[in-house]
């Protein structure tokens, strides 16, 4: 299950993402000839790369920002951007450009020290833009939980599209960022969900001044908790893939 778009978007071109969009996929290509590599791509990630151990010992701290803009493959650079794509651009709109991109830097790090909190003696690399993005879904939600977003839900050979309020996506997304990171071992790699969680709540908290100044609950009120400008109309906002039936 995955957004892949909402019914509002931005009032004004969203140039911060549109950057951020383009950077990661330029400093992905930098790298890209030493993907199959692994030594060479060890060494580039450690240099980087987020390492908690090395953070906790006051070493390689740029790691807490280069690691932003790593990923380690096509499918993880690309569902980042798609999120960053989706819910982006309403929060520049409502933030300003340059607003934007401070909270976005912002939950970026509040993401970092919270994947050092859960797991700080590890060595495991950690990148990707997630964190980050994590705090655009968490500001996305406070200020427009209502806003109605396509999401994409695969079943074996299903494939479906279904409109559902932001709140349902994003508190879904959460909550399972918070089991996994419950459920999983810190020290086996993988997804790095505490990272996401805490880039989620960063990013909400860091939403409230702007949504306390727009009115607070007022505010829900007045926009009915969508972006505040006209919703586009999609024509198919429902398919599905044609069941086969079992000939006897």
Known sequence: MFPIRDHNPSGRTPY?????????FIVFLSYQPIMSDDYRLTLFFHDW?????????????????????????????LGNMLF??????????????????????????GADFAQ?????????????????????????????????VDILL???????????PAWVMLGLWFGLQLFNGVASDP?????????????FVIGTVLALPIWLKRGGPRYWKTTHGHPPHPET????????VPRVRRRR
């Open 16 to 24: 911060v993402v549109y950057t951020l969009i383009i950077l990661n």
């Open 49 to 77: 790369a987020l390492l908690p151990g090395e953070v906790m010992e006051g070493r390689r701290l740029h790691g807490l920002v280069t690691s932003m803009f790593l990923h380690g493959g096509w499918m993880h650079l």
């Open 84 to 109: 960053l794509w989706i819910f982006g651009d309403n929060l520049e709109d409502e933030m300003g450009h340059l607003g934007f991109l401070l909270f976005y830097l912002l939950s970026g790090l």
């Open 116 to 148: 050092i909190a859960a797991d700080p003696d590890s060595l495991i690399p950690m990148v990707g833009a997630s964190g980050a993005i994590a705090g655009v879904m968490g500001g996305y939600l406070l200020l427009f939980p209502k806003a109605r």
């Open 154 to 164: 695969i079943l074996i050979i299903i494939f479906r599209i279904f409109t559902v």
């Open 187 to 199: 020290e086996a790699g993988g997804v790095a969900h505490w990272a996401h969680a805490g880039g």
């Open 233 to 240: 109309k999609y024509r198919l906002t429902q398919s599905s």
